[in-house]
């Protein structure tokens, strides 16, 4: 994790609680009114193998993935979460200039995984 990123519990709270709930686990105060349920965040990791999907995730977030995950139920947060960037360095090596705050965002979820 990165000093300098926007404080990524903060972000989660404001953005992806209502929906997701404060743990994460899908039960936010929302849930229930979507027509389709909101993803587990603490069992993301499980269900990539034990790896936490991060680049999906940011991806996700941003809105450049649409599709089987969520049909059109989740707002893209492009735009709300952009911000001075960083490079995130991506599996294959490559560093990818990011919006701070959707690493920063990344990074709580990636702590947030069930151990």
Do not use: W
């Amino acid at each position: 994790m990165t000093s300098d990123l926007p404080d990524g519990k903060r972000l989660y709270i404001e953005n992806c609680a209502a929906c997701h709930g404060a743990k994460g686990q899908g039960d936010g105060e929302l849930a229930q009114h979507l027509f389709k349920p909101p993803a587990d965040l603490t069992a993301l990791s499980e269900s990539n193998g034990g790896e936490f999907p991060r680049n999906y995730v940011i991806s996700t977030m941003d809105g450049f993935v649409r599709g089987e995950h969520v049909g059109g139920a989740m707002p893209e947060f492009g735009e709300k979460l952009a911000g001075r960037t960083v490079i995130m360095q991506t599996g294959d090596g490559i560093g990818t200039p990011t919006p701070a705050p959707l690493v920063a965002l990344a990074d709580y979820l990636e702590s947030s995984q069930a151990k």
